[in-house]
């Protein structure tokens, strides 16, 4: 049984779902390339980033665009797939895995995004069960396999060079999230907002994604070019109470990442997990269906989460991701439309 640690972030989350105001900030932009030679130079401004806004694009990061718009490509394809097909793939509540339509309630909203997603935990597709046949969607699970980890390679280069400045040693968090452990469980998820080319006024008052902060260490999020909608608010402001949304334009071949909960909670504070949100097209806007796919960097189960102040009781990531999915997949197994 998980214990009950009462997590602060839970009564956080609960406070974000009004509209707020909209303003203009610019979103610090990292070029990663030559990264063993510049790390100290990359990490200065990564740590920069990270605890004064908590949002940052790295550009030079090493993913091929091809990797990427093929992954783009593979996943318009699985959700073009019939329901009753991906519904053979449904996620199973607490796991980060499978096929959902409308399952993610916001604490923020208590309504569904108005989305289904696709996740790959590794060690939970259910010994291959939850992989789509290659019939059904051809070169799927070896290009998702070969973007997953390209993702976690970026991950583990940014979370080193936080490891350098919170007096860690340079590979703690890459022995924290080790893929070759059982307890991994750091998830890639795609996702696919609905069109709106049909709605009715009615379905605007929803929210694609509701205004949360992430639970993981570090989100790597690819948005597709012209796919817009992503909306953040940064840590620091929001707990002022001012929520002043930014847009971060979508462009291709740039990941958008931010700080969540965990590394804020390991870090004792230091770096802060940001409120974002996808909002509804507005008039004269792309309506058609949003793409976008999200890298969770999540420390595997029995890594703990143990600051280097020790401001928070020491907790496994198990435990910590656990309270934070149930209280986001309140309802049943996968849904189907
Ligand atoms: O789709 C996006 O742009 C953001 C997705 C997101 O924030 C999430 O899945 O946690
Ligand atoms: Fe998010």
């Not at 449904?90 to 569904?112: D, I, Y």
Request: include cysteine; charge should be negative.
């Amino acid at each position: 049984m998980t214990p009950n640690y009462a997590l602060k972030e839970l009564n956080k989350e609960a406070g974000f779902g009004g509209m707020g105001s909209e303003i203009h900030r610019d979103i610090p932009r990292i070029d990663m390339s030559d990264f063993f030679n510049r790390k100290a130079e990359i990490t200065e401004e990564l740590w920069k980033a990270a605890t004064e806004i908590g949002f940052f694009q790295l550009t030079g990061h090493g993913i091929p665009l091809e990797l990427i718009d093929d992954a783009f490509a593979l996943s318009a394809e699985f959700f073009a797939l019939p329901q009753d097909t991906k519904a053979q793939y449904p996620l199973r509540k607490g796991t980060n895995a499978g096929w959902e339509f409308k399952a993610q309630v916001r604490p923020s909203t208590g309504t569904p995004d108005n989305k289904e997603s696709y996740q790959i935990t590794l060690p939970r597709m259910g010994e291959g069960a939850l992989w789509p046949k290659g019939e059904e969607v051809a070169g799927f699970k070896a290009t998702m396999l070969a973007f997953e980890r390209h993702n976690w390679m970026v991950g583990m280069k940014v979370l080193s060079c936080f490891a350098d400045k919170l007096g860690f040693h340079s590979d703690f968090f890459t022995d924290g999230h080790d893929p070759e452990s059982p307890h991994y469980q750091s998830t890639l998820r795609l996702i696919n907002y609905l069109g709106m080319e049909d709605a009715t006024p009615e379905d605007f008052k929803f929210w694609r994604a509701g205004a949360h902060t992430d639970y993981d260490c570090l989100t790597l999020l690819h948005q597709r070019e012209g796919h817009g909608g992503l909306q953040l608010c940064p840590g620091k402001d929001a707990e002022s109470g001012d929520l002043a949304w930014t847009d971060v334009p979508p462009l291709g071949g740039v990941i958008t990442c931010n700080i969540g909960d965990m590394l804020m909670r390991w870090s004792d504070d230091k770096l802060m997990s940001n409120l974002h949100r996808v909002r509804m097209p507005k008039e004269g806007e792309y309506m058609g269906p949003r793409q976008s796919m999200a890298f969770f960097c999540q420390a595997n189960k029995d890594t703990m989460l143990e600051g280097p102040e020790g401001k928070y009781d020491p907790m496994t990531a198990g435990d910590y991701m656990q309270m934070r999915l149930n209280a986001n997949f309140a309802g049943k197994p996968a849904q189907k439309a």
